[in-house]
């Protein structure tokens, strides 16, 4: 069983940076992808961006193409959500997900191990 647990959130003003980590254990990091996703209130969870198992592949949903990068240290079993240019909509807590096998996984249900997540709050 993988457990996940995320780190770095906080509370930064707009325009700032912040970097999420995600420590994995419990399995063999390189074999699985991972996710991130966010959950602002009153609105469903939704992904961030992912990374496969190599790092080759990447996926960003639109709104944060160009601001956020995710990268991962296999050997460290670590995934890394770097943020850039903050905005007050990116306000949410951010989750760390993980599935095993190649290739992306572009839902929740693809995704088969959960983080209990790090807040983040931008502020205006």
């Known amino acids: 069983q993988v457990q996940l647990v995320e780190s770095g959130g906080g509370l930064v003003q707009a325009g700032g940076s912040l970097r999420l980590s995600c420590v994995a254990s419990?399995?063999?990091?390189?074999?699985?992808?991972m996710a991130w996703f966010r959950q602002a209130p009153g609105k469903e969870r939704a992904m961030v961006g992912q990374i496969d198992w190599s790092g080759d592949s990447l996926y960003y949903e639109e709104t944060v193409k160009g601001r956020f990068t995710i990268s991962r240290d296999n050997a460290k079993n670590l995934v890394y959500l770097q943020m850039n240019s903050l905005k007050p909509e990116d306000t949410a807590v951010y989750f760390c997900a993980a599935a095993w096998g190649s290739g992306l996984g572009y839902s929740m249900e693809d995704y088969d191990h959960w983080g209990q997540g790090t807040q983040v709050t931008v502020s205006s």
């Open positions: 419990g399995g063999i990091f390189s074999n699985y992808r």
